[in-house]
Nanobody, 124 residues
Framework: QLQASGGGSVQAGGSLRLSCAAS????????MGWFRQAPEKEREFVAS????????YYADSVKGRFTISRDKAKNTMFLQMNSLKPDDTAVYYC???????????????????WGQGTQVTVSS
């Protein structure tokens, strides 16, 4: 089970740090990712991290502003979001790939377990 938290409301230029805590079983052998969905838009890829944290991949829209990481000891993944823009407003979801899928991926169908989402609102 995945639990996303850390969302909130900030002004443009501000920062937030999202967390995704895994419970019930360890996800340390799986790649994980963040996606987001704005109102009336399709879910889109944000960032992905490999099972060991050594490989990351970002959507062009967040590259240089967001940083994905994971703490295997805590079974938790993070998304540090800096220089936030109003276009970043969305519900953010964390997800994990299936067992044995250790590498980054940007397609939502590559992930088989999803958290409930946390709202991020950026005002101008």
């Amino acid at each position: 089970q995945l639990q996303a938290s850390g969302g909130g409301s900030v002004q443009a230029g501000g920062s937030l740090r999202l967390s995704c805590a895994a419970s019930g079983r360890t996800f340390n052998k799986y790649a994980m990712g963040w996606f987001r969905q704005a109102p009336e838009k399709e879910r889109e890829f944000v960032a992905s991290v490999s099972w060991d944290g050594t490989s990351t991949y970002y959507a062009d829209s967040v590259k240089g502003r967001f940083t994905i990481s994971r703490d295997k000891a805590k079974n938790t993944m993070f998304l540090q979001m800096n220089s936030l823009k109003p276009d970043d407003t969305a519900v953010y979801y964390c997800a994990t790939r299936a067992s044995g899928r250790t590498e980054v991926a940007m397609r939502s169908y590559s992930y088989n377990a999803w958290g409930q989402g946390t709202q991020v609102t950026v005002s101008s």
